[in-house]
């Protein structure tokens, strides 16, 4: 695959990895496609339970989001936990808040591991209108009071304590949030599946599948035919092109990020370190990497074209929240297709052998390692936490292949432009 948005920061201080050479058998219990971080916690925790695995990844380990994303460890889903309690009441609320808050699997791995991921703790959602932090308020009190989860309430007027910008009517800073290197996490998962025996074949793409009449499934690949008892598809945007009934359940939005050049005032702009998104519709969302660079997200395009210079379409959002550094040098500028669903939720299912987890609409950092483990945990017969996440509501996009995407970007550009107005 060649990529024109691949001039990244985390490419450019990617740790060296490359997959062993294979020479084995094309037969295993488990092919997984796709070398996200979905595809890879899976193929980790499958070899883990003792199947023979081999992922089939048709660029490079971290080609898609998780090798290109803000890097912002946010727990939960991109409902609030009171909505999920509200929508399906308190036992189901109980399940998702242990696995998706309470569980934090990606710190696991990165501790069991020693992955080398500049991991750092603390997450602030910050209020774009103090109606926005009134909710804030009101469902970090819900947290605490319901699940004894305590994160820590900042006014407007100490928001400085955190963030160098006059713009935010307040926020919650989570200590159990963070942020990462995601392309050196997702290495390191590859290095840790590697050494519990998963072959992984890069730049080799998965065309098709096939039911084999011994309910097992032949993957053509563009090099070989891979035989599996069971399949896991974690390719995320590019689902629908081997499963086009399940490429209706999303759409592909493009984001895109920058990385300045190392900044002397650095630690004044974000004095505590902690990842922060804001609370508008297309949201901005920043972090400082470990070499003292402002990552800033910002904007959204509803075309797949990538805007021709990157760090132009993104700088007016920096420089909007941070004025002091409005002409500062940028070194990187790239971007990625975030797959969203209708309700943002994350769509998982089981269909016959062939797993899947893909639609984490932008919330993924966290919950993508979550999934892998879930599933490998259902193949392994233990079904009731991936039924959790696998219980969530979903329904595909109206509109058929042609006009799926018009349609959607409809509803988003409404809601982008009641963010405008206020
Ligand atoms: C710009 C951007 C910023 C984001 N920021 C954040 C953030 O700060 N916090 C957060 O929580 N989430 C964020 N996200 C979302 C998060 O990155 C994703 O939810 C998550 O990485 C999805 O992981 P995945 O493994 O499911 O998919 P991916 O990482 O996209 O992996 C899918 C893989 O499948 C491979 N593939 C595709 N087709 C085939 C095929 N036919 N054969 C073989 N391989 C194939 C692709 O090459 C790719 O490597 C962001 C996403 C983007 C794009």
Same mark, same amino acid.
């Given at each position: 695959?060649?990529?024109?948005?691949?001039?990244?920061?985390?490419?450019?201080?990617?740790?060296?990895?490359?997959?062993?050479?294979?020479?084995?058998? !094309?037969?295993?219990?488990?092919?997984?496609?796709?070398?996200?971080?979905?595809? !890879?916690?899976?193929?980790?925790?499958?070899?883990?339970?003792?199947?023979?695995?081999?992922?089939?990844?048709?660029?490079?380990?971290?080609?898609?989001?998780?090798?290109?994303?803000?890097?912002?460890?946010?727990?939960?889903?991109?409902?609030?936990?009171?909505?999920?309690?509200?929508?399906?009441?308190?036992?189901?609320?109980?399940?998702?808040?242990?696995?998706?808050?309470?569980?934090?699997?990606?710190?696991?791995?990165?501790?069991?591991?020693?992955?080398?991921?500049?991991?750092?703790?603390?997450?602030?959602?910050?209020?774009?209108?103090?109606?926005?932090?009134?909710?804030?308020?009101?469902?970090?009190?819900?947290?605490?009071?319901?699940? /004894?989860?305590?994160?820590?309430?900042?006014?407007?007027?100490?928001?400085?304590?955190?963030?160098?910008?006059?713009?935010?009517?307040?926020?919650? &800073?989570?200590?159990?949030?963070? &942020?990462? &290197?995601?392309?050196?996490?997702?290495?390191?998962?590859?290095?840790?599946?590697?050494?519990?025996?998963?072959?992984?074949?890069?730049?080799?793409?998965?065309?098709?599948?096939?039911? !084999?009449?011994?309910?097992?499934? /032949?993957?053509?690949?563009?090099?070989?035919?891979?035989?599996?008892?069971?399949?896991?598809?974690?390719? @995320?945007?590019?689902?629908?092109?081997?499963?086009?009934?399940?490429?209706?359940?999303?759409?592909?939005?493009?984001?895109?990020?920058?990385?300045?050049?190392?900044?002397?005032?650095? @630690?004044?702009?974000?004095?505590? @370190?902690?990842?922060?998104?804001? +609370?508008?519709?297309?949201?901005?969302?920043?972090?400082? +990497?470990?070499?003292?660079?402002?990552?800033?997200?910002?904007?959204?395009?509803? +075309?797949?074209?990538?805007?021709?210079?990157?760090?132009?379409?993104?700088?007016?959002?920096?420089?909007?929240?941070?004025?002091?550094?409005?002409?500062?040098?940028?070194?990187?500028?790239?971007?990625?297709?975030?797959?969203?669903?209708?309700?943002?939720?994350?769509?998982?299912?089981?269909?016959?052998?062939?797993?899947?987890?893909?639609?984490?609409?932008?919330?993924?950092?966290?919950?993508?390692?979550?999934?892998?483990?879930?599933?490998?945990?259902?193949?392994?017969?233990?079904?009731?936490?991936?039924?959790?996440?696998?219980?969530?509501?979903?329904?595909?996009?109206?509109?058929?292949?042609?006009?799926?995407?018009?349609?959607?970007?409809?509803?988003?550009?409404?809601?982008?432009?009641? @963010?405008?107005?206020?």
């Amino acid at each position: 695959m060649t990529d024109p948005l691949a001039n990244s920061y985390y490419a450019a201080t990617a740790h060296p990895w490359r997959p062993r050479a294979f020479e084995g058998d !094309l037969e295993c219990d488990v092919a997984v496609i796709g070398g996200g971080f979905t595809g !890879l916690s899976a193929a980790l925790a499958c070899a883990e339970r003792g199947f023979s695995v081999i992922l089939v990844e048709a660029a490079s380990i971290g080609f898609g989001a998780s090798g290109r994303n803000g890097g912002q460890l946010i727990p939960g889903l991109r409902w609030t936990a009171s909505e999920l309690e509200e929508e399906f009441g308190s036992e189901r609320a109980d399940a998702l808040f242990d696995l998706c808050w309470r569980d934090n699997r990606v710190k696991a791995r990165i501790e069991k591991h020693g992955i080398d991921c500049d991991l750092k703790a603390g997450h602030l959602e910050a209020a774009w209108t103090p109606g926005d932090f009134d909710a804030m308020k009101r469902e970090a009190d819900y947290l605490d009071t319901r699940f /004894g989860y305590a994160s820590d309430v900042i006014a407007k007027a100490d928001m400085a304590a955190h963030i160098a910008s006059p713009l935010y009517h307040g926020g919650i &800073h989570d200590p159990q949030g963070g &942020h990462f &290197h995601p392309l050196n996490y997702a290495i390191g998962l590859a290095k840790a599946a590697e050494a519990m025996g998963v072959c992984i074949l890069e730049d080799e793409r998965v065309e098709r599948i096939v039911d !084999l009449s011994d309910g097992s499934s /032949g993957l053509f690949t563009t090099q070989d035919i891979i035989e599996a008892r069971y399949v896991i598809n974690a390719t @995320d945007s590019w689902i629908g092109e081997i499963e086009p009934d399940l490429g209706r359940y999303t759409v592909p939005i493009m984001n895109y990020n920058i990385a300045t050049a190392p900044l002397a005032n650095a @630690d004044t702009l974000l004095p505590t @370190d902690a990842a922060v998104a804001d +609370s508008r519709f297309v949201l901005n969302y920043f972090r400082l +990497s470990a070499d003292k660079r402002l990552i800033f997200g910002g904007g959204e395009r509803y +075309s797949q074209t990538p805007p021709r210079d990157i760090a132009a379409f993104v700088r007016p959002f920096m420089a909007e929240v941070f004025p002091q550094i409005a002409d500062a040098k940028i070194d990187y500028g790239w971007g990625g297709a975030v797959a969203v669903t209708m309700n943002r939720l994350p769509h998982i299912g089981r269909r016959g052998n062939i797993f899947f987890a893909h639609g984490f609409s932008g919330h993924g950092a966290l919950v993508t390692t979550l999934a892998g483990e879930l599933i490998a945990e259902a193949m392994a017969g233990t079904v009731e936490r991936f039924d959790i996440l696998a219980g969530l509501p979903s329904r595909p996009f109206p509109g058929g292949k042609w006009l799926r995407r018009p349609l959607a970007t409809l509803g988003l550009l409404y809601y982008a432009m009641k @963010d405008k107005l206020g």
